[in-house]
Protein backbone atom coordinates (compact mmCIF):
# COMPACT_ATOMS: atom_id res chain seq x y z
CA UNK A 1 0.00 0.00 0.00
CA UNK A 2 1.31 3.48 -0.92
CA UNK A 3 1.98 5.80 2.38
CA UNK A 4 -1.30 8.10 1.54
CA UNK A 5 -3.77 6.90 -1.64
CA UNK A 6 -6.69 9.09 -3.16
CA UNK A 7 -8.85 7.97 -5.54
CA UNK A 8 -8.03 10.20 -8.45
CA UNK A 9 -12.08 10.93 -9.53
CA UNK A 10 -13.13 13.08 -11.04
CA UNK A 11 -15.89 13.36 -7.93
CA UNK A 12 -18.94 15.56 -9.81
CA UNK A 13 -21.26 17.15 -7.60
CA UNK A 14 -24.31 19.26 -8.28
CA UNK A 15 -24.25 22.27 -6.82
CA UNK A 16 -25.64 22.69 -3.02
CA UNK A 17 -24.67 19.17 -2.27
CA UNK A 18 -21.89 17.69 -0.06
CA UNK A 19 -18.64 17.07 -1.91
CA UNK A 20 -16.70 13.74 0.06
CA UNK A 21 -13.26 13.22 -0.55
CA UNK A 22 -11.44 10.32 1.47
CA UNK A 23 -8.11 9.52 2.14
CA UNK A 24 -6.09 6.19 3.18
CA UNK A 25 -2.89 5.78 4.75
CA UNK A 26 -0.54 3.20 5.68
CA UNK A 27 1.46 2.43 9.01
CA UNK A 28 4.71 4.47 7.87
CA UNK A 29 2.87 8.17 8.24
CA UNK A 30 2.43 9.65 11.52
CA UNK A 31 -1.00 10.83 12.50
CA UNK A 32 -0.48 14.44 11.25
CA UNK A 33 -2.93 15.19 8.21
CA UNK A 34 -3.69 18.30 5.88
CA UNK A 35 -6.02 18.92 3.29
CA UNK A 36 -4.81 21.32 0.51
CA UNK A 37 -6.41 23.14 -2.38
CA UNK A 38 -4.89 23.14 -5.54
CA UNK A 39 -6.75 24.90 -8.28
CA UNK A 40 -5.19 24.21 -12.38
CA UNK A 41 -1.89 26.04 -12.85
CA UNK A 42 -1.86 26.83 -8.93
CA UNK A 43 0.07 25.93 -6.34
CA UNK A 44 -1.50 23.99 -3.08
CA UNK A 45 -3.61 26.32 -0.36
CA UNK A 46 -3.83 24.32 2.90
CA UNK A 47 -7.59 23.91 3.87
CA UNK A 48 -7.62 22.58 7.05
CA UNK A 49 -5.50 20.13 9.42
CA UNK A 50 -6.55 17.03 12.36
CA UNK A 51 -4.43 15.49 14.21
CA UNK A 52 -7.15 14.15 16.53
CA UNK A 53 -9.98 11.20 15.83
CA UNK A 54 -13.09 12.86 14.93
CA UNK A 55 -14.29 15.66 13.17
CA UNK A 56 -13.33 19.27 12.82
CA UNK A 57 -15.03 22.23 11.39
CA UNK A 58 -13.84 25.17 9.77
CA UNK A 59 -17.10 27.20 7.94
CA UNK A 60 -17.84 24.55 4.89
CA UNK A 61 -15.26 22.17 5.64
CA UNK A 62 -15.24 19.48 7.54
CA UNK A 63 -12.13 17.57 8.37
CA UNK A 64 -12.64 13.76 9.58
CA UNK A 65 -9.91 11.61 11.08
CA UNK A 66 -10.28 7.95 12.11
CA UNK A 67 -6.98 6.24 13.18
CA UNK A 68 -8.42 2.57 13.77
CA UNK A 69 -9.79 2.07 10.36
CA UNK A 70 -6.59 4.56 9.01
CA UNK A 71 -8.72 7.23 6.77
CA UNK A 72 -9.07 10.45 7.03
CA UNK A 73 -11.67 12.38 4.81
CA UNK A 74 -13.06 15.98 4.02
CA UNK A 75 -16.71 17.11 3.39
CA UNK A 76 -17.65 20.34 1.76
CA UNK A 77 -21.34 21.17 2.57
CA UNK A 78 -23.18 23.61 0.00
CA UNK A 79 -20.26 22.61 -2.42
CA UNK A 80 -20.33 25.57 -4.88
CA UNK A 81 -18.69 25.78 -8.69
CA UNK A 82 -15.70 27.62 -7.00
CA UNK A 83 -14.50 24.47 -5.15
CA UNK A 84 -14.03 22.51 -8.53
CA UNK A 85 -9.97 21.96 -8.11
CA UNK A 86 -7.78 19.14 -7.03
CA UNK A 87 -7.89 18.06 -3.12
CA UNK A 88 -4.78 16.85 -1.52
CA UNK A 89 -4.28 15.11 1.61
CA UNK A 90 -1.28 14.84 2.84
CA UNK A 91 0.38 13.15 6.01
CA UNK A 92 3.28 14.27 7.76
CA UNK A 93 6.15 12.15 7.53
CA UNK A 94 7.10 9.56 10.31
CA UNK A 95 10.86 9.06 9.72
CA UNK A 96 13.45 10.61 9.50
CA UNK A 97 13.26 14.39 10.50
CA UNK A 98 9.67 14.23 10.26
CA UNK A 99 9.53 17.89 8.50
CA UNK A 100 7.61 16.65 4.81
CA UNK A 101 4.65 16.50 4.40
CA UNK A 102 3.96 12.83 1.85
CA UNK A 103 0.75 13.51 -0.50
CA UNK A 104 -1.53 11.36 -2.47
CA UNK A 105 -2.16 12.24 -5.79
CA UNK A 106 -5.25 14.24 -5.36
CA UNK A 107 -9.14 13.90 -6.10
CA UNK A 108 -10.51 16.02 -8.71
CA UNK A 109 -13.70 17.32 -7.97
CA UNK A 110 -16.11 18.98 -10.39
CA UNK A 111 -19.17 20.88 -8.72
CA UNK A 112 -21.61 21.10 -11.44
CA UNK A 113 -23.88 24.20 -11.23
CA UNK B 1 1.34 39.08 5.73
CA UNK B 2 3.35 38.33 3.06
CA UNK B 3 3.09 34.71 1.73
CA UNK B 4 5.92 32.58 0.27
CA UNK B 5 7.94 33.91 -2.53
CA UNK B 6 9.84 32.19 -5.63
CA UNK B 7 11.39 33.79 -8.59
CA UNK B 8 11.44 33.10 -11.47
CA UNK B 9 7.57 32.45 -12.21
CA UNK B 10 8.63 30.49 -15.47
CA UNK B 11 12.29 29.64 -16.51
CA UNK B 12 13.15 27.67 -19.70
CA UNK B 13 16.70 26.35 -19.90
CA UNK B 14 18.34 24.05 -22.62
CA UNK B 15 19.41 20.47 -21.34
CA UNK B 16 22.99 20.86 -19.49
CA UNK B 17 22.60 24.17 -18.38
CA UNK B 18 22.25 25.04 -14.60
CA UNK B 19 19.96 26.70 -13.28
CA UNK B 20 18.84 28.05 -9.64
CA UNK B 21 15.52 28.90 -8.35
CA UNK B 22 14.91 30.77 -5.53
CA UNK B 23 12.46 30.94 -2.30
CA UNK B 24 11.95 33.72 0.11
CA UNK B 25 9.77 32.30 3.07
CA UNK B 26 7.38 33.54 5.29
CA UNK B 27 9.06 35.87 8.18
CA UNK B 28 9.18 34.45 11.25
CA UNK B 29 8.71 30.67 9.47
CA UNK B 30 12.06 28.71 10.75
CA UNK B 31 11.37 25.48 8.67
CA UNK B 32 11.66 25.70 4.70
CA UNK B 33 10.94 22.61 2.37
CA UNK B 34 11.53 22.20 -1.46
CA UNK B 35 8.67 19.93 -3.23
CA UNK B 36 8.46 19.25 -6.86
CA UNK B 37 5.23 18.46 -8.92
CA UNK B 38 5.94 16.61 -12.32
CA UNK B 39 2.73 16.81 -14.90
CA UNK B 40 0.19 13.92 -13.78
CA UNK B 41 2.91 12.98 -10.53
CA UNK B 42 1.87 14.00 -6.85
CA UNK B 43 3.59 16.21 -4.95
CA UNK B 44 7.29 14.69 -4.43
CA UNK B 45 9.74 15.99 -1.21
CA UNK B 46 13.15 17.31 -2.31
CA UNK B 47 14.69 18.73 0.85
CA UNK B 48 13.68 20.62 4.15
CA UNK B 49 15.55 23.23 6.35
CA UNK B 50 14.75 23.24 10.08
CA UNK B 51 16.70 26.55 12.05
CA UNK B 52 20.53 26.34 12.10
CA UNK B 53 20.00 22.23 11.90
CA UNK B 54 21.43 20.19 8.98
CA UNK B 55 19.10 19.66 6.20
CA UNK B 56 17.32 16.85 5.22
CA UNK B 57 18.55 15.78 1.78
CA UNK B 58 16.83 12.42 1.65
CA UNK B 59 14.41 13.85 -1.23
CA UNK B 60 17.20 14.91 -3.74
CA UNK B 61 16.98 12.69 -7.10
CA UNK B 62 20.53 12.62 -7.47
CA UNK B 63 23.75 14.92 -6.97
CA UNK B 64 23.12 17.39 -9.54
CA UNK B 65 20.75 19.07 -7.08
CA UNK B 66 21.76 21.26 -3.90
CA UNK B 67 20.38 23.89 -2.11
CA UNK B 68 21.26 26.02 0.62
CA UNK B 69 19.74 28.21 2.82
CA UNK B 70 21.05 31.41 3.75
CA UNK B 71 21.27 33.07 6.96
CA UNK B 72 17.53 31.27 8.34
CA UNK B 73 15.74 32.94 5.41
CA UNK B 74 16.21 32.81 1.86
CA UNK B 75 16.67 29.51 -0.17
CA UNK B 76 18.35 28.64 -3.41
CA UNK B 77 17.64 25.34 -4.91
CA UNK B 78 20.27 24.92 -7.65
CA UNK B 79 20.00 22.07 -10.64
CA UNK B 80 23.38 21.48 -12.88
CA UNK B 81 23.45 19.60 -15.69
CA UNK B 82 19.70 19.72 -16.12
CA UNK B 83 18.15 16.91 -17.68
CA UNK B 84 14.64 16.30 -19.32
CA UNK B 85 13.07 14.48 -16.79
CA UNK B 86 13.67 18.15 -14.34
CA UNK B 87 11.25 19.38 -16.11
CA UNK B 88 8.69 20.30 -13.35
CA UNK B 89 6.82 23.07 -11.03
CA UNK B 90 9.30 23.39 -8.35
CA UNK B 91 7.24 24.62 -5.06
CA UNK B 92 8.51 25.69 -1.47
CA UNK B 93 6.94 25.76 1.35
CA UNK B 94 7.36 27.41 4.48
CA UNK B 95 6.00 26.30 7.79
CA UNK B 96 6.38 27.85 11.70
CA UNK B 97 7.10 24.56 13.27
CA UNK B 98 6.17 25.77 16.76
CA UNK B 99 2.17 26.82 18.50
CA UNK B 100 -1.17 25.40 16.96
CA UNK B 101 -0.26 25.53 13.29
CA UNK B 102 3.30 24.02 14.24
CA UNK B 103 3.08 21.27 11.31
CA UNK B 104 1.10 23.11 8.81
CA UNK B 105 3.19 24.54 5.73
CA UNK B 106 2.31 26.93 3.31
CA UNK B 107 3.25 27.25 -0.20
CA UNK B 108 4.77 29.49 -2.80
CA UNK B 109 3.13 30.18 -6.73
CA UNK B 110 6.16 27.79 -7.74
CA UNK B 111 8.91 28.06 -10.46
CA UNK B 112 7.73 26.51 -13.46
CA UNK B 113 11.28 24.83 -15.43
CA UNK B 114 11.02 23.63 -18.59
CA UNK B 115 14.05 21.90 -19.90
CA UNK B 116 14.78 22.07 -23.90
Known amino acids: QKEVEQNSGPLSVPEGAIASLNCTYSDRVSQSFFWYRQYSGKSPELIMSIYSNGDKEDGRFTAQLNKASQYVSLLIRDSQPSDSATYLC?????????????FGKGTKLSVKP | GAGVSQSPSNKVTEKGKDVELRCDPISGHTALYWYRQSLGQGLEFLIYFQGNSAPDKSGLPSDRFSAERTGGSVSTLTIQRTQQEDSAVYLC??????????????FGPGTRLTVT
Open chain 1, 90 to 102: AALNYGGSQGNLI
Open chain 2, 93 to 106: ASSPRAGTSIYEQY
